[in-house]
């Protein structure tokens, strides 16, 4: 599973994802942490790779991560481009984070918000 923080995220959404992280690595995936701003996102992204396990991958081009995506089972990210990859790779995807421009890259691309998926739920 391909994961994209997004460094500087409200702490309630890093909450959300960690957890949805940690229960896919419970499931036997193992998650893949890419980073998409180094500056932003770096101690982010190895903080929490090193809470629930995982490994940094560190790809050089868009066309790099766009490969590694479509050998993955999912993308799961507070990343617009890293979720707009995903759709282009026709790999599910499951956004995170706050932004509005992420809920409606979920709704009109096939993927899912976990708000959504929270409130379903429930």
């Known amino acids: ?20 992280v940690t229960r896919l690595a419970g499931s036997g995936l193992l998650p893949l942490f890419i980073v998409m701003y180094p500056a932003e996102d ?45 759709s282009v790779a026709g790999v599910p995807f499951v956004g995170f984070g706050g932004e509005q421009k992420i809920r409606e890259l ?4 096939g993927g899912v918000y976990y708000g959504d998926l929270e409130r379903g739920a429930r």
Do not use: F, N
């Open 1 to 20: 599973v391909v994961i994209a923080l997004k460094g500087g995220e409200e702490t309630a959404h890093i909450d959300e994802l960690r957890s949805w």
């Open 42 to 86: 770096m101690s982010a992204s190895k903080k929490m790779c090193a809470q629930v396990g995982g490994e940094m991958i560190y790809p050089a081009s868009e066309k790099d991560i766009l490969w590694l995506m479509c050998r993955s089972d999912m993308v799961c990210g507070m990343r617009y481009h890293a979720l707009m990859l995903a």
């Open 106 to 109: 979920c709704a009109s691309r």
